[in-house]
Antibody, heavy 120, light 106 residues
Framework: QVQLVESGGGLVKPGGSLRLSCAAS????????MSWIRQAPGKGLEWVSY????????YYADSVKGRFTISRDNTKNSLYLQMNSLRAEDTAVYYC?????????????WGQGTLVTVSS | SYVLTQPPSVSVAPGQTARITCGGN??????VHWYQQKPGQAPVLVVY???DRPSGIPERFSGSNSGNTATLTISRVAAGDEADYYC?????????FGGGTKLTVL
């Protein structure tokens, strides 16, 4: 069965960095685009970044552009999010999500999330 | 930039029909997806591409999309349907989510 397991969250000071990982299993990782989606405490869902199946195309939300970098290693079935210059407003649960199908724009599978807290 | 507007809350009695809307400029020309999220859990896809259901999602969940409004309809609402619901679509190199609607079962 499809499994997505995020790791790497924690407490970091403003201006600091953190790298999130998402370990994927149960499917051919290189066939699917992936995204990071976050949810601030008590708030709604906010898309953060997207990466094409090959890794050749990436997109970012304006709120993280220039500070976050998405990447993937299809040989390790892993997705990453490098987060730099973190701000208090980046505090959220970060989910990795897999496309429902190789083509289409919905997310059929989500991890359980990893909490990132940015505070001094 | 494109904005998706959802009502903050919808209330319905058990056994009745709940309709949750998602408004956007000419949203009928885009593919809309819907997610259910219960407290402390990750979101679950309940409707994709306007009106298709993933396997395992009850037929009670359906969707429609026309003009400036997409709608998630939940028939014969049960206590277990109480959750937050989000619409989502892809628009010009970005994913967008609506603000979410809290469904309360009275």
């Amino acid at each position: 069965q499809v499994q997505l397991v995020e790791s790497g969250g924690g407490l970091v000071k403003p201006g600091g960095s953190l790298r999130l990982s998402c370990a994927a299993s149960g499917f051919i990782f290189s066939d699917y685009y992936m995204s990071w989606i976050r949810q601030a405490p008590g708030k709604g869902l906010e898309w953060v970044s997207y990466i094409r199946s090959s890794g050749s195309i990436v997109y970012y939300a304006d709120s993280v552009k220039g500070r976050f970098t998405i990447s993937r290693d299809n040989t390790k079935n892993s997705l990453y999010l490098q987060m730099n210059s973190l701000r208090a407003e980046d505090t959220a649960v970060y989910y990795c999500a897999r496309a429902r199908a190789p083509f289409g724009t919905s997310y059929g599978y989500w991890g359980q999330g990893t909490l990132v807290t940015v505070s001094s | 930039s494109y904005v998706l507007t959802q009502p903050p809350s919808v209330s319905v009695a058990p056994g009745q029909t709940a309709r949750i809307t998602c408004g956007g400029n000419n949203i009928g020309s885009k593919s809309v997806h819907w997610y259910q999220q219960k407290p402390g859990q990750a979101p679950v896809l309940v409707v994709y591409d306007d009106n298709d259901r993933p396997s395992g999602i009850p037929e009670r969940f359906s969707g429609s999309n026309s003009g400036n409004t997409a709608t998630l309809t939940i028939s014969r609402v049960a206590a277990g349907d109480e959750a937050d619901y989000y619409c989502q679509l892809w628009d010009r190199s970005a994913d967008l989510f609506g603000g979410g609607t809290k469904l309360t079962v009275l």
